[in-house]
């Protein structure tokens, strides 16, 4: 770039904040996107821990209902 050339800064500024905004995006396709069957598998994943978890409870009464009286 010489020193004559006549650079439009909201054109660069467009062209660097489309860039940013791409970079930014491709990064949480990766850190957050996943397929459907994933989420799915996922979800499944954390019903059965959730199931084997209230299967191990000793009792399903709250404690303060045995506090009253």
Excluded: C, T
């Excluded at 020193?3 to 995006?25: H, I, P, S, T």
């Excluded at 957050?32 to 821990?49: H, L, V």
Aim: proline share 1%; net charge positive; charged share 50%.
């Amino acid at each position: 770039m010489d020193m004559g050339d006549v650079v439009n800064l909201n054109q660069f500024r467009k062209k660097r904040d489309r860039k940013d905004a791409n970079e930014k995006a491709s990064r949480n396709r990766a850190r957050y996107g996943r397929s459907k069957a994933e989420k799915k598998a996922e979800q499944k994943q954390q019903d059965i821990r959730a199931q084997e978890l209230d299967q191990k409870r000793l009792s399903l009464k709250p404690h303060n209902e045995d506090a009253k009286d």
